[in-house]
């Protein structure tokens, strides 16, 4: 099916540009792609022109400096999230951003204007995740900062009557118990963050997470209950009125659909849905009729000269490939000749819900790593109770939250309870997780889109997407099982080093950081592994239960399975931080594990050190593949790297993996000159992390340093007698290179450095 029509073209042809011009493509691939735009026709080749000149101009007009020292403007939005408070501002300069705080302050509320001392923050930057100003561009904003030590004073100001009626809606949930406020902050105001952990785990398994965000879905219940409403009245009302009756009803929907549009929040998606209503409400009142794909066309024309960075935004994305799958399982659902009426609707609910899960797939998969093969079964099942009973008791409860907030919290508990008792039900929830690195398997999967998607009309190019589709997935199968590269993933301060080896083994030294309620094993490691295609771990190394290092251990094992997990010897009391009743295997001496051609040598400290001293007695680990040797201390002290002198000395490393994150107890010349590191990786963030005069002997010694706090996730691989070190930061500059992970850098090594391994003149 190839877009007909100069709408769809031109909605086409603006979105290649828009991506052209944001992704910073080289000239000669900007010309050689817009040649093709024309070749799809004129229209979508001069709309791509537009698109590409439209997005150079705004990222030139949005190219402003982080402001230093104190800054001051007006706060125009407040989220929470489960690491504090995220403040969306407006400077006095005109420059947009937002303000992460750890705590909520009462007297910043939206509206009031501030002052305040910022720290700016860089981001986290994995495997398949967008640097920090690509989000910060697809949400509109030039700036992420954090308060430094809380330094901010806010001044109030009148606020407006959408933030009062918002205000008193977040007060009205807060005394609901935590799944009822989840389901009604989510439906209600947009905020997904507040609902239970194991309730948005389930629906997440279930695959009907899209339900919880506010989208076209819910505008279009809405729109429809009060279209047919008042077109059932109007007659009624108003008997002699010559006007039909679908003209004013038409516009009672859009004016409830806008509000409830307003009060969640207007995400990307909610604006496209929006959009598309307005477009609709508005041909019903010209009595003109307009087919779904002119809406969706005409929507996505709008939002992208309204705001061209949409482009990037995974909720407007999102939607727009699910309306597109709607359209197409609708159309698929007309061709069935099916006599049975109930039959018939079921098979159509179904083939509607499997369009938008198709065609979303690729998205999901690249954003979260995983999805559901139930997913559009799982729709179909839980439609009704969504469309009939969820969404509009949820309104209710909404609207009786001003006339009897007693009534209104009693309907909230009781929907809570229906879909608790609703998710109990033993469904299908079978996870899709990719098989190999999932930038391959995304390319694989739109290709084979495109070439179904073309098959009617152009079957020799589909023939040749097919074709292209094949390539990916068996290049990515050959990157699964005959690939070796080690990742040390980006999570702040706190350790994760995977490892994969050739015959899809895969190792994982320490596991990420959970401080508190914020669980970056569940919410950085998990996804960036899955995304690799480590769907399994058969060894992770534990250097000892500091939360930094092991915190993320139960979220791994929640969603990964683990074959072997070894540590030293500490405390159970130690242990039962990392999970309650968890215990790893215990090593007392010298121990020595072989994963095909690699091999991993593990040094453990002295058995049950008291608390004080578990840093330094921790699990110490070399991994060896081919002549590469990577040497990772967890945290130990200069006293025990000194109990390790002469092992060292027999055992060089070409990669250190710095001590305690680079801090200065961990730092001690002779035993790291012993060892003949090549290159060296913090695993840190901060400014004394590395401390400055690890910073000094390591520049002095002429020793690499590779942070991931400043460079993003840290890859190496082996390449003949020399290895590469690829920071991530280097994968995200121009094209999305990460798409075809690890093949670049690993064949294609711009932005890498090379370095010879150790050889018998060196030792």
Known sequence: MVPEGPLKRAALGIS??????????????????????????PTTGVFALGGMLYGAWFRQSRNRPFPSGRISGKIVRQSIRTYGVVLRVKLDSGVRGEILSRIRIPECTVGSRFEARMRPTSGHLNPFGPPLRMVLLA???????????????????????????????????????????????????????????????????????????????????????????????????????????QVPAAWVGLAGAFLYALLSGLSPSTQRALLMLSLYTLARSLLRRVSGPDLLAGAVLLALLWKPYWILHPSFRLS?????????????????KIENRPVRFLMEGFL?????????????????????????????????????????????????????????????????????????????????????????????????????????????????????????????????????WIAALDLGKANAVAVHLPGNRNLLFDAGARFG??????????????????????????????????????????????????SGS?????????????????????????????????????????????????LVGYLEFRGLSLFFPGDIDRTRLRRMERILATIPAEILILPHHGARNGFLPPAWRVLKPRVALALARGRHHPHPRVRRWLKREKIPLYITGRQGAIFVFLKGEKFLVCPMRSLTKGLPKTLLWPYIPYVISGGCHSYELHTLRDL
């Open 570 to 618: 500490f405390r159970k009391a130690s242990w039962e931080r990392v999970s309650p009743g968890f215990s790893p295997l215990s090593l007392h001496s010298f121990t020595r594990e072989r994963m095909g051609e690699a091999e991993v040598w593990l040094f453990p400290g002295r058995p049950r050190p008291p608390e004080r001293l578990e840093n330094r007695e921790g």
């Open 139 to 245: 949400r509109g904003l030039s700036f992420r900062a954090y308060l430094q030590k809380d330094q901010i004073l806010c001044f109030p100001s009148t606020e407006d009557f959408l933030e009062i009626l918002r205000d008193r809606l977040d007060f009205f949930s807060g005394s609901l118990s935590p799944p009822a406020r989840g389901l009604f902050r989510a439906l209600i105001l947009g905020e997904k963050t507040d609902l239970p952990g194991d309730l948005g785990d389930r629906i997440r398994e279930l695959g009907i997470y899209h339900f919880l965000a506010v989208s076209g879905f819910h505008l279009g219940l809405l729109y429809g209950f009060l279209f047919w409403g008042a077109r059932f009245l109007w007659p009624r009302i108003f008997p002699r009125s010559e006007l039909p009756a």
């Open 517 to 566: 309620s914020v669980d970056l094993g569940k919410y950085l490691l998990v996804p960036a592994l899955e995304k690799m295609g480590l769907h399994h771990l058969d060894l992770v190394v534990l250097s000892h239960p500091d939360l930094d290092h092991a915190g993320g251990l139960p979220a791994v094992k929640r969603s990964l399975p683990v074959k072997k997990i070894l």
């Open 352 to 484: 509607i819900s499997l369009g938008a899960w198709i065609f979303t797939l690729p998205l999901i998969l690249w954003s979260f790593g995983r999805a559901s093969w139930a997913g559009p079964l799982n729709t179909l099942i839980f439609s009704p109770l969504w469309c009939l009973v969820i969404i509009p008791g949820e309104m209710l409860a909404a609207l009786g939250s001003f006339l009897s907030p007693e009534k209104a919290a009693h309907l909230a508990e009781m929907l809570a309870k229906i879909l608790k008792y609703a998710l109990r039900v033993p469904l299908p929830c079978p996870p899709l997780l990719p098989p190999f690195p999932v930038g391959m398997l995304v390319l694989a999967l739109s290709f084979l889109l495109a070439g179904g998607l073309l098959y009617r009309d152009r079957k020799i190019m589909a023939g040749v997407l097919t074709a292209g589709a094949v390539g990916f997935f068996l290049l990515g199968w050959m990157a699964r099982e005959r690939l070796f």
């Open 320 to 336: 727009v490939m699910a309306v597109i799958g709607v359209l197409l399982g609708h159309r698929w659902s007309r061709k069935m």
């Open 16 to 41: 290649l540009g828009l991506l052209l011009s944001f992704w910073g493509v080289s000239l000669p691939l900007r010309i050689f792609l817009t040649g093709l735009g024309f070749l799809a026709g």
